[in-house]
């Protein structure tokens, strides 16, 4: 049985890995998650492991980094600049901005393009914005639902965070009719050192990842599936179908 349990608060895409996001009134959501999420990142050409993205876990700078599309470019999801941190503006794909990127990590850098994303887990996410609320509250910080990189952010009918958990094995469909987009919610995220930079200046507030681990096990938020595609619109209402016992 669908039980509506809240609505789509926000909506997020980032087209460049551990680039800045962009927020979104509404996003098509495709068999490989939002369409332009995540289609490209940088390559760490001296790393042969099988992860040699660039994240800012290991460039903190990247967050400061800017995805925009000029206003001229073809139509299309992907952008084709780059504002730096120092507001200097690059195209995407030129040279310029692989090198100020390698200086930035201290290796050459090549930037890819992915048809199908580049995701460590999974190809969505969605977080309540309570989840974000109780952990900056515990680590004394206020409330920025960027640190968390969703894509989907959830205002819960029933105020209370960490929800998320008890959803897994599940559905969430996003607005009403059976053809609504869905996830199947796969997995709680297990949170990593990403949740203690500041979006807006890269700075580590370490308090931040030892709140999601007392609190919840170092998990805040799911990840999921997408069963459905479709149209996403902040304001949908937000229902769940729980697994089959």
Not at 82 to 87: L, Q, S
Not at 115 to 128: L, N, T
Not at 130 to 146: C, F, K, M, Y
Request: aromatic share 6%.
């Amino acid at each position: 049985m669908l039980i509506e349990i809240g609505h789509i608060e926000a909506i997020f895409r980032y087209p460049v890995k551990s680039m800045g996001g962009e927020r979104l009134d509404a996003a098509n959501l495709g068999w490989h998650g939002l369409d332009g999420d995540r289609r490209l990142a940088f390559r760490k050409m001296d790393d042969r492991s099988g992860f040699p993205w660039l994240t800012a876990g290991k460039l903190p700078d990247l967050l400061l980094f800017a995805p925009h599309r000029r206003e001229d470019a073809a139509q299309g999801d992907l952008p084709t600049h780059v504002r730096t941190p120092d507001g200097e503006e690059m195209p995407l794909f030129g040279e310029e901005l692989a090198a100020e990127v390698g200086r930035r990590h201290g290796a050459p850098v090549q930037m890819m393009q992915m048809k199908h994303g580049i995701f460590d887990d999974a190809s969505i996410s969605v977080i309540a914005s309570d989840t974000v609320n109780e952990i900056s509250r515990l680590a004394g910080r206020s409330p920025d639902i960027r640190r968390f990189r969703p894509n989907i952010v959830a205002r819960l009918l029933r105020s209370g965070p960490f929800q998320e958990d008890a959803w897994v094995g599940g559905v969430l469909s996003f607005g009403e009719g059976d053809d609504a987009p869905a996830v199947t919610v796969t997995m709680r995220d297990l949170r990593c050192s990403m949740v203690n930079l500041d979006p807006d200046s890269a700075a580590s507030a370490p308090e931040m990842m030892k709140a999601v681990v007392r609190a919840n096990q170092n998990t805040a938020g799911i990840y999921g599936t997408v069963t459905r595609i479709g149209r996403l619109a902040v304001g949908q209402p937000i229902l769940f179908r729980a697994a089959e016992p």
